[in-house]
């Protein structure tokens, strides 16, 4: 057999083997972006047709240490085929060993990881946040497979390199590092350490909104002090010349554009949208009563990582318990709790009274919730923190 003739075949099986990674990854991504979206516990069933240590008599498989070695070794393989496309010479036999190896192990684990991540033993919240990871992975590695050349050829420096035509194969790779190094982080994290780490996420972003409605108030409180003290001498525009300067807007506009004479008026009303001095609706007592209870709910949230999630285990109960489900039902309040804070920012901002009752109620009725379920200890009826949540459910409550 001539050498032309082997090298044409080789070509030909790495040509079919990447067309056919494309498709499992494709496949897998597929299934695992499902898990990822909606936790569908069918969907699991056609990650692989592999068993698991769920569905068998063995001792349950760590998901999260499966899952950190499948993209260590993604990565590994991944690099090998970075530099094989870019460097002379081309060997399709080279590159066809190391893909051969990727769909034979590390892509079909890191799906059996996400399938052996199971809710009832790990909460969906863990594994929904491993199964968005994992489909990054898959979906940059399958990107890094489609730029595997067929004709035999390294990429050329334009395919390589980041180009206004798209992001070339360096770039690829490094986006797939990063997708890979994000799941082996959050595995080593473990099982309680995910949730720590989730839950100080959210209490980040209720701490974000506290900071704006504080400022918010503050700020309007200060354009009030510039008017009655300073006036037209700051060298600022009055209450007459911001008018003037909206007429002239207006009239400046052509008759044909009537949305932008609209948006100039919009902006107009926007500007206004501070508490009023007299505020009638009482704006400035809802928004002081609304910082003072969030700044209780973001001390729950804070006393919560410190006496209930940081007190679990590395890993989840290896045998059936209560506890993955009852983390799933306080994380389930625990993220809509942020949610119902930014909507109830809104209608501060807006200025409308009825919808702040009512988000304020959502809110610190959640707040409440998530208190009771946390009242008890993982193991017991009382402890430290049962009696500082019950004292947080007195002072939620007050207006």
Known sequence: MSSSTSSTEALET???LSASAITLLSQLEAAVSRIASQNNLAATAT?????TAANTNNPPVDALSL????????KAHATKI??????EPFTPTAITKVLRELVAAPVPSLAAAVEGCTPERYTSTIQQDLAWRASRVLRELKELVTRIPTDGKVLSDAKKNVSAAGRGSIATTGVLWSACDDVTTFAKRGFGG???????????????VMEELKEWGEETEAEDDDDDDEGEDDGGVDDDGAVAQVTAALASASVS???DAQAILDDLMGAQRYIPRDDPDRIRARLD????????TSLFYQATVKRRLKSLPHLPPASPSDIPPRLDEVMSVLKRIPERFGSLALAFYELEPSEIDRLMDECFFDAFAASELLVKPWDGQKDEFTDWALRFQIEIKKG
């Open 67 to 74: 899952a950190h070695d499948s993209a260590s070794l993604i």
């Open 14 to 16: 790495l040509n079919a």
């Open 257 to 259: 554009g009537t949305q």
């Open 47 to 51: 990650v692989t047709e592999k068993p």
């Open 194 to 208: 995910n949730l720590v780490y989730k839950v100080d996420q959210l209490r980040d972003t209720l701490k974000d």
């Open 82 to 87: 970075s530099l094989l496309i870019i460097n």
């Open 289 to 296: 009563s609304c910082l003072r209870r969030l700044r209780l």
